[in-house]
């Protein structure tokens, strides 16, 4: 799905879509996306954020509530601030405007691969406040469901089938955003920081998501 309220980069980013076998379906505003959301079932949504009527940051907020699909944020805005936000709001990557069209047609095929992959051998997993069924794309946190954006589930997985271990940033940066990713390395610090928010219980430290520093991270079950 492309939300997109400019027509002429709607329409550009159909035909590149097509060309490379993909099947737009474009919306002109967020409360549009919204309403077709349901019934499209998209496997992943291009937005942008600066759409008149109900911004690209209210449309991100209200996918998350119901739908797990990735988005991709396709924004003229390149700043750090605004591309932390969208990260932290749940997107799962961020393509500033104008945009190289070979880079972003990688990117989403980086996404979709991503998701292709989680039903990885071993499918479900439990460690400590944790238990995730990787096929179904479900995680319970001390028996209650949480809904986890794309990226979110990939990091928690690879860490919970490393319990105990530590795993470089590296090592998690290429495993989940590909050892091709050039974008900011604080994207990882930003996805720790939102899976603590729903892992760990209050307290003045992690106890299950711990940082190694100078290395990267380790997930304790206890």
Same mark, same amino acid.
């Given at each position: 799905?492309?939300?997109?309220?400019?027509?002429?980069?709607?329409?550009?980013?159909?035909?590149?879509?097509?060309? +490379?076998?993909?099947?737009?379906?474009?919306?002109?505003?967020?409360?549009?996306?919204? +309403?077709?959301?349901?019934?499209?079932?998209?496997?992943?949504?291009?937005?942008?954020?600066?759409?008149?009527?109900?911004?690209?940051?209210?449309?991100?907020?209200?996918?998350?509530?119901?739908?797990?699909?990735?988005?991709?944020?396709?924004?003229?805005?390149?700043?750090?601030?605004?591309?932390?936000?969208?990260?932290?709001?749940?997107?799962?990557?961020?393509?500033?405007?104008?945009?190289?069209?070979?880079?972003?047609?990688?990117?989403?095929?980086?996404?979709?691969?991503?998701?292709?992959?989680?039903?990885?051998?071993?499918?479900? &997993?439990?460690?400590?406040?944790?238990?995730?069924?990787?096929?179904?794309?479900?995680?319970?946190?001390?028996?209650?469901?949480?809904?986890?954006?794309?990226?979110?589930?990939?990091?928690?997985?690879?860490?919970?089938?490393?319990?105990?271990?530590? &795993?470089?940033?590296?090592?998690?940066?290429?495993?989940?955003?590909?050892?091709?990713?050039?974008?900011?390395?604080?994207?990882?610090?930003?996805?720790?920081?939102?899976?603590?928010?729903?892992?760990?219980?209050?307290?003045? +430290?992690?106890?299950?998501?711990?940082?190694?520093?100078?290395?990267?991270?380790?997930?304790?079950?206890?």
């Amino acid at each position: 799905m492309v939300v997109e309220d400019d027509v002429s980069v709607a329409d550009l980013l159909a035909c590149l879509l097509e060309a +490379e076998g993909f099947r737009p379906v474009v919306s002109h505003t967020g409360t549009a996306a919204l +309403e077709r959301l349901g019934s499209t079932d998209p496997d992943l949504v291009l937005l942008d954020l600066g759409l008149p009527g109900l911004p690209g940051s209210e449309v991100l907020r209200q996918v998350r509530r119901i739908s797990d699909v990735p988005v991709i944020i396709v924004s003229g805005k390149d700043d750090e601030t605004e591309r932390i936000v969208g990260i932290e709001m749940g997107a799962d990557d961020y393509v500033v405007k104008p945009f190289s069209p070979r880079e972003l047609v990688a990117r989403i095929r980086a996404v979709l691969r991503r998701g292709r992959t989680a039903s990885a051998p071993g499918a479900i &997993l439990t460690a400590g406040p944790v238990h995730m069924d990787v096929d179904k794309h479900l995680v319970l946190i001390r028996g209650t469901a949480v809904r986890l954006p794309l990226k979110e589930f990939d990091l928690l997985e690879m860490l919970v089938r490393n319990t105990g271990l530590v &795993l470089t940033r590296t090592q998690l940066i290429d495993s989940i955003w590909g050892p091709n990713y050039v974008g900011d390395t604080k994207t990882l610090d930003v996805h720790i920081k939102r899976l603590r928010a729903k892992i760990e219980q209050p307290g003045p +430290e992690p106890t299950h998501i711990i940082t190694i520093r100078g290395l990267g991270y380790r997930y304790q079950a206890a």
